[in-house]
């Protein structure tokens, strides 16, 4: 299988490798320093005390690595409307494309939604574009369960976390989504394949929409963002909100916030995605994780104060270091 990562940072560093192990032929698309590191050492990943390697094609332009079998796309929102414009020479008919993001995806009421079905989200697509380049049949979507972080380009350190969920954005168990999930699996992935890949997205987005722009305001781990009684009544009305909005799209919650923090809590002294980026003066990736569940309000007349807040916060700190566009 031809498999090409789009996005080697961390979490495709991670998958890129484990691919290629399994015996995909694995090239990348990468520019700067991560294109040299990648043309001298090849794929690197750190895992406990093993350091696995392997030599991947590496090139800046997509139509220089081809028409691939599988497309990785592993970059944070902010970069997908720039994958979308270069992305075409990967993808053939029978292509598929896994989006191993964050967030709520541009595909999201692809097959889903009830009576919201086929809803373009501004917040994630706002003129269309992603959609027009990645049309819906080729996608497959991924939520991670992991934590990998970078010791330079191109070398992937993992931390703790080996499962994936995948499924089709209409929910059915088609035979490449099953061969997908086979070839996860022979990689050494833990692999579920999930009756409804929006309501795994949901459930992750529960969490991290608010513990990722809160530590990115505040610069605090979870831990202490958790052990301020005040901000974690803040975190509380958000959730409820986005909880109520669940609801109304078919993602119905059974816990309360309380029950997801203390999941939040087993991580320990946690620095969120959100603010590694913020202090590598990276763009940081609001419109995936909170300016989509405004909209999401607006869509299913569920108000959102505290989201709002949330989301005036964060975009303001951002903006003031040139963070947000």
Not at 53 to 71: F, M, R, Y
Not at 237 to 257: F, H, N
């Amino acid at each position: 299988m031809k498999a090409c990562i789009y996005g080697a940072g961390a979490i495709g560093g991670w998958i890129g490798v484990k691919l290629a192990r399994a015996g995909c032929d694995v090239s990348v698309v990468a520019r700067g320093a991560t294109l040299e590191a990648l043309r001298s050492n090849g794929l690197r990943l750190q895992q406990g005390d093993e350091t696995l390697s392997t030599p991947v094609k590496a090139d800046a332009s997509p139509a220089e690595l081809g028409v691939q079998d599988l497309v990785v796309v592993a970059v944070k929102e902010p970069s997908m409307a720039d994958v979308a414009q270069a992305i075409g020479p990967l993808l053939g008919p029978q292509t598929v494309v896994l989006t191993a993001m964050n967030g709520v995806p541009w595909w999201f009421f692809e097959g889903f939604g009830g009576r919201f079905a086929g809803t373009r989200l501004k917040a994630v697509d706002p003129e269309g574009n992603i959609a027009r380049a990645v049309p819906a049949h080729h996608i497959i979507g991924c939520v991670v369960h992991a934590s990998c972080s970078l010791n330079g380009p191109g070398f992937v350190q993992h931390h703790f976390g080996n499962k994936l969920i995948i499924g089709e954005p209409s929910g059915e168990k088609t035979p490449r989504v099953r061969e997908l999930a086979a070839l996860l699996e022979k990689a050494g992935f833990e692999t579920v394949l999930s009756e409804q890949i929006q309501k795994d997205a949901w459930y992750k987005l529960w969490g991290n929409m608010t513990m990722n722009p809160v530590s990115a305001i505040t610069g605090a781990t979870t831990d202490k963002v958790l052990d301020d009684d005040l901000v974690r009544g803040f975190i509380h009305e958000v959730m409820l909100e986005a909880k109520e909005i669940g609801a109304r799209i078919g993602i119905p919650i059974d816990q309360t916030p309380e029950d997801r923090h203390v999941v939040t809590r087993k991580l320990g002294a946690f620095k969120t995605s959100m603010l590694q980026d913020v202090e590598a003066g990276k763009a940081v990736e609001l419109d995936a994780l909170v300016t989509v569940v405004k909209e999401l309000g607006e869509l299913t007349q569920v108000p959102t104060p505290f989201t709002d807040a949330l989301l005036g916060l964060a975009r303001l700190h951002a903006r003031g270091r040139g963070l947000y566009r």
